[in-house]
């Protein structure tokens, strides 16, 4: 189930939106200085869909998936959008926020040293991003983004 999950392409301005939809467990790209007929021909390539806030994009002749975001707050975009997304507890954070790969869970002895005391002391299910490094947890941000996902798109 999990591998027909829609994936997506988002323009830059659109940043926030893509870390909450990581966050759900989406595979969400995002591309810094590349033009918008590559953008086009990767999400058709990625059978991904083109999540963008221009007009004239969303209005391209090419045959491509793609939705126009119309509002401007992430909360607001992901209920536009919320028709193509499902709340998987399985799939929550299951992505680096930061660069969208998968996330891997590590034993917390060989990442104590990395984090704060109180963190290894407080929570046990811990996970990296091979990519960056980027170490994440259950933590009360975690949990606070969770419950905003969940009354967002449960209710
Ligand atoms: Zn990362």
């Known amino acids: 189930m999990a591998e027909n999950r829609k994936k997506f392409l988002l323009d830059e301005n659109l940043a926030k939106l893509a870390k909450w939809l990581r966050m759900l467990g989406y595979d969400?790209?995002?591309?810094?200085?590349?033009?918008?007929?590559?953008?086009?021909?990767?999400?058709?390539?990625?059978?991904?869909?083109?999540?963008?806030?221009?007009?004239?994009?969303?209005?391209?002749?090419?045959?491509?998936?793609?939705?126009?975001?119309?509002?401007?707050?992430?909360?607001?975009?992901?209920?536009?959008?919320?028709?193509?997304?499902?709340?998987?507890?399985?799939?929550?954070?299951?992505?680096?926020?930061?660069?969208?790969?998968k996330l891997q869970k590590i034993q917390v002895e060989k990442i104590k040293d990395l984090i704060p005391?109180?963190?290894?002391?407080?929570?046990?299910?811990?996970?990296?991003?091979?990519?960056?490094?980027k170490i994440f947890w259950n933590g009360s941000h975690y949990a606070a983004m969770k419950s905003k996902l969940k009354n967002l798109l449960t209710t």
Request: proline share 0%; aromatic share 8%.
């Open 28 to 101: 969400v790209a995002i591309y810094r200085s590349i033009n918008n007929e590559k953008k086009i021909s990767l999400c058709n390539k990625e059978r991904r869909v083109y999540l963008t806030r221009s007009n004239k994009i969303a209005k391209r002749k090419e045959i491509f998936s793609r939705m126009l975001i119309r509002t401007e707050k992430y909360d607001e975009q992901l209920l536009e959008m919320s028709h193509l997304l499902e709340f998987n507890n399985k799939m929550l954070s299951s992505r680096c926020l930061v660069c969208n790969d």
């Open 117 to 133: 005391k109180y963190v290894t002391d407080n929570f046990s299910d811990f996970k990296i991003c091979r990519k960056c490094g």
